[in-house]
């Protein structure tokens, strides 16, 4: 499957700005993200289309999201 996103696309309802991939592995795509609201870059992670429906990975998939939020101070 190729590239899902690229350069200057909007997701989330246009709240980030794809800036660039920056990584890609079997289950999904990394990408450098401009959160315009809160004015800042972040990575996002978005699971391959033909995954989705895999119930287990779309569990893992969330898990990984939960541990990689950080608390805030």
Known sequence: MSIIYKPADAIAEGRYEIIKLIGEGGTGFVYLCRDKEL??????????????????????????????????L
Not at 40 to 45: L, R
Not at 46 to 53: D, F, G, K, S, W
């Open 39 to 72: 004015i800042k870059d972040v990575a996002i992670k978005i699971l391959r289309h033909e995954l989705v429906e895999d119930k287990k990975l779309v569990e893992i998939f969330k898990h990984e999201a939960q541990l990689a939020v950080i608390p805030p």
